[in-house]
């Protein structure tokens, strides 16, 4: 099965975070949208997105198409539905369109009328979440930090950390290889904290969480952060 998610749907409203990129490039949690995806297909993505990016975002169109909003939050029950869509299906939520099954010939025709398909059905289960305006990247922050802490954690455990540090609620405390924590105190009391590979948190540091600290960003020495928090990678 070919996955790609499509940029056409909230694009508008999350400018201008969207000049430069995919709505599924946009970080909410620990992850970006299409991170989610991935992790929860089970396989790479490409993206149907504006003309002047696509060269970077690539598009690659197989025999069989799953197309999936870009802005529509992942979860369990989502990912079933959409893999149980049959040729020419599309599923909505409310008249929304949320993904929709494909062949090859279909594909360009369907972002152009999308009428074309007209099998489809509607989801019936949780309300489905997407992110829809700007501010939300925000609001919707510390929910997706705990929901991407329990999937990138589930059957794993923690690096251990050497320096001495204060630590608060350890099993809600993850560190991955490579990451450096000095001499700080991390509190998950209030959520999960997350350090991310070769990330640093320099000496005197006091973070209470929902936190993360993605790939390869830093935390100088004195910082102090409150949840729900997310810095990014190589920041």
Known sequence: M????ADHYERESLLPFTFTRPVSHIRVGILTLTEKWEIMLSAKVSFK????????????IGEDNILINGSLFPDQEIVESIMSLQPGQVLLFGGRFMAARINRDGVNEFFSNQNLIPVSYS???ETPQFLTNLWEIFSRNEEAIRKDFKMLTSGRKSSPIYAPNQLTNMEDIFIEDGARVSA??????????????????MDGCMIRG?????????LKMGTKIYGATTIGPYC
């Open 49 to 60: 997105t504006q003309p002047y990016l696509q060269e970077k975002f690539r598009l690659t």
């Open 210 to 218: 929902p936190f993360a600290l993605c790939e390869g960003a830093t």
């Open 2 to 5: 070919n996955y790609i998610l």
């Open 184 to 201: 700080s105190i991390l509190n998950a009391s209030t959520g999960p904290i997350y350090i991310s590979k070769n990330a640093e948190v």
């Open 123 to 125: 989801y019936q289960l």
